[in-house]
């Protein structure tokens, strides 16, 4: 209300309005903060959407001071109902927009030799070197250095007293002084000296930070079956001009679109945005011929009062657009597209069912045969065209070749023609000046009052009608990359490997069915060098990722020349690697020529295998056949035929065993292990693609150079945290803890200075259990290689070198190395919890968390459910703990309620946080939380947890969490 009677003074004749989240214009009276979280972004997906498209998709690139938006329009906004905005879930609708911390303020650092560009910020204060108030350096200083942007055309808003201009003898001596450092450390550790310029290194930043930014848009294109090079990309925003050419260049995209406001072009985007109203309504009905006049009957309904808003705000019919929509999905499974109606004389003939069946197959590679199509809800989405701005043309041209303002020296790479790893003098245009038709051949500069155009070598600008810079890419010389180190294509490859498991784990999310993989993404995909050892991996699940090396080596020992190309695997079993038995891991290897030089494997959480109760997760099982499905090595893939018949015998064998079942959700199980399938094949896709732009024996070389890369973090990090916790070069730090029934895990980690590396040493550990809190020897592995990776405070791969510099060893019998038959169910999801504590106790890294991931099943005969329930994390010195999270090892969400209770016969009745759980220290754990389930028809339910016994150890005079509340009650 206060907020409203800012607006009251206004003259009622004129119409005020703010942006949505989801590129629409609201009057003030309708308008709510939570519809707004995302306006200035979506603002500028309206700007380039109405300026830029004119058949072809576009891809959105909106480079600001502290971060990148993406986004893509093909002709229709694409919107998403749920996103997470400083780490706050927010549901509402908003455009599809991703956003990467790559900036011009992004800082630029050199970290155990890898090129490092954000995600922290100089921000606004004290902001880069060259803004004379002591900061550090950014891009853009990079790119002041390189000359491509240039100080005399900037204002004098600098330093202390405001009144100076950039400083570009301060960004000069920065860059020399952090080259040094770069030439003494590669000379440190490799013994002999490596010879970088200043220029190299600003370039070698400016790199990264372009194939960081990339990342976001293979995501929004690669992974969802667009091909990027048939897109156009229009850059905008204060920084999006000096990187343009090189983000197209990466992705292969021919042709770049830079508006005549591209600096501002949120802020135009608002005066081309149009006013909407949507309305909606819950339906869920199958869409059938029986059921359309009532659909229809609704969308009348639901327009009627779209319309009368609209026309009580001012707008006529004739500048009323109507678009109706259904949330569409198939039955049994969660997730909902959103489908347009079709044109009636189109090729879908009005049919909104033919427009989901092919909407489906763009998006997940697949449709479901003989399944009904539900609706949900029911959308009306009213426009009013508003936009009052006219696009005004500039001069045309009476010659094509303009007069540059000036010249600069400019840095253009390595790759850059006959001047290669020289400055250029290259020319300087101002928008301003030139006209219609005017070509500019690259390298050249164009700069504008709110934004700078950097034109590459072999690139074509043209000046359009309206003053729109329009630039055709060209064919680009390729710097030559040898085997040898060289930092700055390390970070490069670090990206890319990065990349690819992101890759396979969007299409896993996407082809898959089950609730447990689609929508709580309980899953991790990853990519393996000849051997085994772990490459790169998405930031997917900790407790997946030491344990799934463990299974690709475990299978490349065992089948040795028995495994062919084409063939897929497929493993659970704890002593070939896995965790548990549900974790079920696919594994492809990746061929050139006759021999696998990658692996590819994801590990996918599978709601029901089989076993004594429903979700294959019971609490009292105490060996392993009670807990469902085992599987040591099955070929799921021969010569291109799925072995369905060979894979549903495995899944159903558990009901030959007494008081076991079979596999209860038998068509899910086939169903996710094809979407892991097609998750591998797009990982051998993208190492194929990466092999062919680089060379095998490149792409091998940086794959141990990354791993070589993890190993020296880890060592650093052993050093720093022995000298800061005043040990002894040789010396120990100690912890233990108890499960619930009294069974230690103790820990002693000897830490060796001079060599740089440590023993994890789990002897004093008791012994294996008669129950199932058991854990696979690959468990403790994924919580030491995760604990590590915590410990090195900076971005890096997390991969088999974070264990080179770790011997680890664990007593053979002992409950974290147990037989081959013992039951582990509990191990994977609570005893790893407690070997993460006790490893990060013992580190003094920070006090306890919730000790276990509080699994909770229920189902029958014909249905399993399986879930973690969140809860708090322990606190550090300095910090308080978060409250109602998956903390550790477990990196799931929780079903959506709406979800949970359409899907299965249970009704939520309560989902919160247990206020104050946490304690009341200076500084305080996380609160756990309260989870209330009502069931809507007999079925057995189960939770398996811990830490309900022993207090919580903690460090630093902070405070643990308590446990999480599960109450369930049953009809």
Partial sequence: QDFSKGFEDIDKNTAVSFMKSDGGLSPVDNFRGSSSILSGPAGGVVGYARTTFTGEPVIGFDMGGTS???????????????????????????????TVAAGGGSLLTFESGLFLAGPESAGAHPG???????????????????????????????????????????????????TEEINNWYKKKHGEAKQYTPEQVAFGFISVANESMCRPIRALTEARGYDPSKHVLACFGGAGGQHACAIARSLGMRKVFIHRFAGILSAYGLGLADVVEETQEACAMVYKEENLSYLEERIAALQEIAIKKLKQSGFADANIEIEPYFDMRYDGTDTVLRTQRPDKDGKYQGDYSKAFAVDYQREYGFTIADRSIMVDNIRVRAIGKSSTIKRIPIAKADDKEPEPLTHEMVYWGDDSGEDAGKRRKS????????????????????????????????????????????????????????????????????????????????????????????????????????????VANAPHLPVHLGAMQDAVSWQVRNLGKDWREGEVIVSNHPCAGGSHLPDITVITPVYSGNSPVFY?????????????SPGSMPPFSKNLSEEGACIKSFKLVVDGQFQEKGITELLMLPSKTEGCSGSRNLRDNLSDLKAQIAANQKGINLVGELISEYSLEVVQAYMHHVQANAEEAVREMLVDLSEK????????????????????????????????????????????????????????????????????????????????????????????????????????????????????????????????????????????YYETIAGGAGAGNGWHGE?????????????????????????????????????????????????????????????????????????????????????????
């Fill in 883 to 971: 409250s109602g999270v998956h903390s550790h090892m477990t990196n799931t969400r929780i079903t959506d309620a709406e979800t949970l209770e359409r899907k299965y016969p249970v009704m939520l009745r309560e989902f919160g946080l247990r206020a104050g759980s946490g304690g009341s220290g200076r500084w305080r754990g996380g609160d756990g939380v309260v989870r209330e389930v009502q069931a809507l028809r007999p079925l057995s339910f189960g939770i398996l947890s811990e830490r309900r016994a022993f207090g919580v150890c903690c460090v630093c005079c902070v405070c643990c969490v308590c446990c999480v509340l599960c109450v369930v009650c049953c009809c």
């Fill in 600 to 612: 590819v494997a994801s590990r996918g959480h599978h709601a029901d295998i089989g076993g004594i």
């Fill in 128 to 178: 880069p070197v060259c803004y004379r108030k002591g900061g550090r350096l950014a891009i853009t200083d990079a790119n002041l250095f390189l000359g491509r942007l240039l100080p005399d055309f900037f204002p004098k808003i600098f330093g202390p007293k405001e009144n100076e201009g950039l400083d570009r003898d301060a960004v000069a001596k920065a860059f020399t002084e952090l």
């Fill in 725 to 864: 916790y005043g040990l002894e070069e040789v010396d120990s730090l100690h912890a233990e803890d108890f499960l619930d029934d009294g069974s230690k895990i103790r820990l002693s980690i000897k830490i060796n200075r001079k060599k740089r590396s440590a023993t994890f040493d789990f002897s004093g550990t008791g012994p294996q259990l008669y129950g199932n809190l058991n854990a696979p020897r690959a468990v403790t592995m994924s919580a030491v290689i995760y604990s590590l990776r915590c410990l090195v405070k900076r971005e890096i791969p997390l991969n088999q070198g974070c264990l080179r510099p770790v011997k680890i060893i664990i007593p053979k019998g002992s409950l974290l190395d147990p037989s081959d038959e013992a039951a582990v169910v509990g191990g994977n999801v609570l005893t790893s919890q407690r070997v993460t504590d006790v490893i990060l106790t013992a580190f003094r890294a920070c006090a306890c968390s919730q000790g276990c991931m509080n699994n909770f099943t229920f189902g029958d005969a014909q249905m399993g």
């Fill in 427 to 534: 020319p300087v245009y101002d928008l301003a000046h030139l006209k219609a038709d005017h070509k500019i051949s690259g390298p050249a500069i164009i700069i504008d009052k709110t934004s700078t155009i950097v034109v590459l070598p072999n690139c074509t600008a043209r000046i359009t009608e309206y003053g729109d810079v329009k630039i055709k890419m060209g064919t680009e010389n390729q710097r030559k990359i040898g085997t040898k180190l060289d930092t700055i294509t390390l970070s490069l490859f670090n990206n890319r490997f990065m990349s690819i498991a992101e890759q396979m784990g969007r299409t896993l999310q996407r082809t898959s069915i089950s609730t447990n993989i689609k929508e709580r993404l309980d899953f991790s995909c990853a990519l393996f060098d000849p051997d085994g050892g772990l």
């Fill in 68 to 98: 990148t938006d993406v986004s893509r329009f093909d002709g229709h906004y694409e919107q998403v109902y749920e996103t997470v905005t400083a780490g706050v879930t927010i549901q509402a609708p908003q455009l599809d927009i991703n």
